[in-house]
């Protein structure tokens, strides 16, 4: 039985993130690489379960069974299901040869004029369809330093274009951890997500590039790699497929098929090797698969003794305090949650599968439907990811750009933009209602 609001219940909460942001701390004034992923996040969760056990009045096997029914909650288990299908979508379609035909695509309609932009699109495309911002920068940032550095591109704008880019593939795709973890975290349909985050995705996007026209890239024509184009065929058919509103088990599995039929006809992919990229599939997602499980009994068990009904009261107060309007308050308190989290832990993901449950219980309180929090819950995580000079994209551009990574978090336009949309688009209210006309406020 749920205990009354307790403050005390986040406790466990507060030194899960205190080892975290602790460790990247000290690992960045040390001068580490990737500082704040050298603490993996499913150990430094351990203690914090430790101590959420110990702080439970309930009898020792009850605590142990509620962490374990919290593991095995259905949308946590589903949620892990999807990881580990998007991980093997998204190697096989790399070994493949399809990230080089959507890099070779993209290129091979780009004006050297239009350079920015069609960086900044080649990225949010690729993003969008590999599900994973950190992939896309790894496959786009050699080619793309190459073009900077020939057309004379300010290298520190160039990496936040594409750190832009990324980010927004990372916020809309399907197969992305963060939608994955938001739409389940929330009860919402992906395709309704997907539609409701477009609604504020693209008047950023335009902005953005209306942005990046206005510097002179001159007039370099760009070396594009060679690779068969038809191997990028995959990616638009799960974007298709899902915007459909297919069931994403049904997406995923149809992609990874798909994928590896176009490598075995075109460029010889063997059935061995498609096996064993599965697998490799499934190991890369192993993070963020076992955090879930645990994120998922730690909830539980501070749910149980009042930390989530505290933490939602908190945040419910302080937006009644500024705000009239129930959506708006609701809209406002997931972001706010979602953004202050994010400084805090500085991984999307994990922000969303920790504010995923307060959200979805401010939403409820604001008439704000499913799609709409799961929509600002993935949005806000993103904003705040993308502009975090400790997060793992402006490392891995700073990295291969040789720059500071806080001279790549000043250039993310688009992180900036979004943000500002977002707010925009809450103050305005309307667009908060969706297809369907939800209840008026009652205050």
Request: glycine share 10%; aromatic share 8%; proline share 4%.
């Amino acid at each position: 039985m749920t205990e009354s609001a307790s403050a005390r219940a986040l406790l466990p909460l507060a030194l899960f993130l205190a080892l975290f942001l602790g460790a990247g701390i000290y690992f960045q004034q040390t001068g580490v690489d990737m500082a704040f992923y050298q603490l993996a996040s499913p150990v430094a969760i351990l203690p914090a379960i430790i101590l959420g056990v110990l702080l439970s009045k309930q009898k020792f096997e009850e605590r142990i069974n509620t962490f374990v029914a919290g593991v095995g909650e259905r949308n946590i288990v589903t949620m892990c299901m999807i990881y580990l299908l998007a991980g093997a979508f998204s190697t096989v379609a790399a070994a493949t040869g399809g990230v080089d035909a959507m890099v070779a695509l993209g290129l091979n309609v780009i004006p050297a004029s239009f350079l920015l932009p069609g960086l900044f699109i080649i990225a949010a495309v690729v993003s969008t369809a590999m599900g994973t911002s950190m992939g896309t920068l790894a496959a786009l940032a050699p080619v793309a330093l190459g073009l900077g550095q020939a057309a004379e591109i300010d290298l520190a704008l160039l990496a936040g274009v594409l750190v832009s880019g990324a980010m927004f593939g990372d916020n809309l795709s399907i197969i992305s951890d963060t939608t994955i973890a938001a739409t389940r975290t929330q009860g919402c349909n992906m395709s309704d997500k997907f539609k409701a985050n477009l609604k504020i995705s693209i008047p950023a996007a335009i902005i953005t590039l209306i942005w990046l026209v206005t510097y002179d890239t001159g007039a370099v024509p760009p070396k594009i790699p060679e690779a068969n184009l038809w191997l990028s065929l995959p990616y638009f058919f799960i974007i298709v497929l899902a915007v459909m509103g297919l069931n994403v088990f049904a997406v995923l599995t149809l992609g990874i098929i798909l994928a590896a039929a176009f490598g075995m006809v075109t460029v010889g992919y063997e059935w061995v090797a498609f096996s064993k990229d599965i697998y490799a599939g499934f190991v890369s997602m192993q993070e963020i698969f076992f955090l879930s499980l645990l994120i998922g009994g730690l909830s539980a068990l501070i749910r149980q003794q009042g930390g989530l009904k505290f933490l939602s009261n908190t945040v419910s107060n302080a937006t009644k305090k500024l705000f009239k309007h129930q959506q708006q308050r609701a809209a406002f308190g997931v972001a706010g949650l979602t953004g202050l989290t994010n400084l805090a832990v500085a991984n999307n993901t994990v922000t969303i599968l920790l504010s995923g449950e307060v959200s979805k219980r401010l939403a409820e309180e604001g008439n704000l439907a499913p799609r709409q929090s799961a929509s600002l819950l993935d949005i806000f995580a993103c904003v705040v990811q993308g502009v975090l000079p400790y997060g793992a994209q402006a490392l891995l551009m700073g990295a291969s750009f040789g720059l500071a990574p806080i001279e790549v978090s000043v250039h993310t336009g688009y992180c900036f933009i979004l943000a500002a949309v977002a707010i925009a688009m809450i103050i305005w209210r309307k667009p908060l209602e969706g297809r369907e006309k939800l209840e008026p406020s009652t205050t």
